[in-house]
């Protein structure tokens, strides 16, 4: 996990503000780049998304955000397709906890 990782989603979970490069938190929502990849539903579900960027730094923040929910689960890519716990994923808003 890279550290910009573990700093904003630190912050997240303790529900503060904070902005690593291009990675920033209001304690509810984690934006990379502007697009929103992690919320926190009014409901206190907590959701996430690759908000269309698979890429390997939104995998990393993803998977970041499970670990530091304590959810054992993954984000992958094989062959140029995403994967959740090594099922298929779109990449769509998709319920976590």
Known sequence: MRVVTS???GAWRQGKR???GNTRTDGRNIWLHGN???RTTDSGSIEISTAGWPTST???RLNGILRSLGIRAY???RDYA???CDQPWDGGWMRVL
């Open 75 to 77: 984000v992958s890519q």
């Open 18 to 20: 904070l902005t690593v």
């Open 58 to 60: 939104t995998r990393d």
């Open 36 to 38: 929103c990849i992690a």
């Open 82 to 84: 995403l994967f959740y």
């Open 7 to 9: 700093k904003v989603t």
